[in-house]
């Protein structure tokens, strides 16, 4: 039977254990914690502009709009896909 009197309530020669334990632990909830607030906030520390878009994306947008027609869009697509 063990009394509260022993050593270090029980704990004795078993520290280290626990102190990995208990760092294992921490870092879990650090983790979890930057893992929830990347979630909630996902554009935070991404500064404020859009990335760019491609000439391939441009040139999509404006073939969707309608400022230019299927052939131009194939040949610029070419050029673009060579270059």
């Known amino acids: 039977m063990m009394h509260w009197s022993s050593g270090m309530y029980g704990f004795e020669g078993h520290w280290p254990g626990v102190m990995i334990v208990m760092m294992l632990f921490w870092i879990l909830v650090i983790v979890g914690l930057a893992a929830l607030a990347?979630?909630?906030?996902?554009?935070?520390?991404?500064?404020?502009?859009?990335?760019?878009?491609?000439?391939?994306?441009?040139?999509?947008?404006?073939?969707?709009?309608?400022?230019?027609?299927?052939?131009?869009?194939?040949?610029?697509?070419?050029?673009?896909?060579?270059s």
Request: proline share 9%; net charge positive; no cysteine.
């Open 38 to 82: 990347r979630l909630a906030f996902p554009q935070a520390g991404h500064g404020t502009h859009p990335a760019p878009e491609s000439p391939e994306q441009i040139l999509k947008r404006r073939y969707a709009k309608g400022e230019i027609d299927k052939a131009a869009f194939e040949e610029r697509r070419r050029d673009i896909r060579e």
